[in-house]
C-alpha cells in the first residue's frame, strides 16, 4: 500500500562528517568516495562496481547458497589463513567454534527458513534523528540536486546480486525499512537476493508470499520514522559484526554470515571438501559396519583413510570439473 513517509532527512554522522571526505562530484557526504572504498578494501583485487565497491563473482554466490552457516564457520580458519583442507574432515577435526574472524549473527526472525541466501552487500545505517543536523544536510544536499532524501534514496541503489543490510538499531517501532511495496521492489531489483534488517518491516501479511530471503528482528505497522540515513555503502554493525559494503552475505535457516570477499573463494573451496568428507562419512554410516569414531572425524584405519582420500580426490575432480 502507498504511504507517504515521515522519514527525518539523509544526514552525515558527526563520525563520517570528519573520517570520510565527501564525494567531489556528488558531495555525499554519507557514502565513502571511490578512492577511499577501494583503500579500505584493498585486501580484494577483483572486480568492482563504479563506485569501487568490491564485485565478488556471480559464480561465488551461486555456490554459496550451498553453504550452511556450520560450514562457513568450520572453514573460516583455514580461508583466513589461505590454507588448504577442511575444517573437518581427515585429520581435519571440528575446530571447536571457527576463528576470532567469524562474521556470523543469528537469533533472527527469518521469513523463509527453507529458502537460503547470498549476495554482495549493500550498506545502509540509520542513526537517531537529530533536526540541527537534518537541517544542515539537507540544505547541503538540495544545492547538489538530490530534492527526496528518505530510506527510497538507498533501495534505488540496489542492483542485481546485492543484499540490503540495513542497521537500524533493533528498532521496531519507526524502524521499519520497507513494507509491502518496496520489499517487492528490493525482490525485483536484486533479482530476489535477500534483505538483512537490524531493525524491522511491516506489512507481513503482504510480504510473507513474496519469494525472497529476509532476515529481520521484528514487525510493527508504523512507517518508517524518527531516524536519519547517516551512510550508504560504508561499514556498519549487525547484531555484534562489523559489515563492509561488498562482504558475501550467506543465510540460512540458522543465521547470516558476512564474508569479507577476499576469504570467500579460499571458504568456498574448503567447502566442497566438506560436502564431499559428510558424503562420504553417511555412506560409511549406511553400511552399519562401523562405529561413529572409527569413521568420524577421521577414519581410523589406514585401508579406510585411503580409501576417503581417493574417494575426496574424485569427487573434487568431478565438482570441480562442471564449473
Known sequence: MIRKYGISTLAATAFFASALAPAPAQAQL????????????????????PDGRPKVPDSFIARARDLSQEEVTINWAAGAAGGAGGGRGAGGGRGGGGSPYSQYVGEWQV????????????????MPARPDLDA??????REKGVQTMNNQYAIDMVQPGDVLV???????EGGTIVGDNLFYYIMKASHSTGLVIEGAFRDLEGIAEMDMPCYYRGVHPSAIGG????????????????????????????????????????ILDTADTTHVHDE????????GKYKSSEIYGSPRDP????????YLKKRLEEIRSKR
Open 136 to 141: 544542515v544536510v539537507t540544505a547541503k544536499a
Open 303 to 310: 585401508a579406510l583413510l585411503k580409501e576417503y582420500q581417493e
Open 227 to 266: 531516524v536519519t540515513l547517516a551512510g550508504v555503502n560504508v561499514p556498519i554493525k549487525i547484531g555484534n559484526v562489523t559489515v563492509m559494503p561488498g562482504d558475501l552475505v550467506v543465510g540460512d535457516r540458522e543465521g547470516v554470515s558476512f564474508i569479507p570477499p577476499q576469504l570467500a573463494e579460499q
Open 166 to 172: 540495513v542497521d537500524l538499531m533493533g528498532r521496531k
Open 280 to 287: 562420504w562419512t553417511r555412506k560409511k554410516f549406511d553400511e
Open 30 to 49: 554519507w557514502t565513502w568516495t571511490k578512492d577511499q572504498m577501494v583503500e579500505y578494501t584493498k585486501a580484494w583485487t577483483g572486480d568492482r562496481f
Open 111 to 126: 521469513l523463509h527458513p527453507g529458502k537460503k541466501m547470498a549476495g554482495r552487500a549493500l550498506t545502509v545505517q540509520f
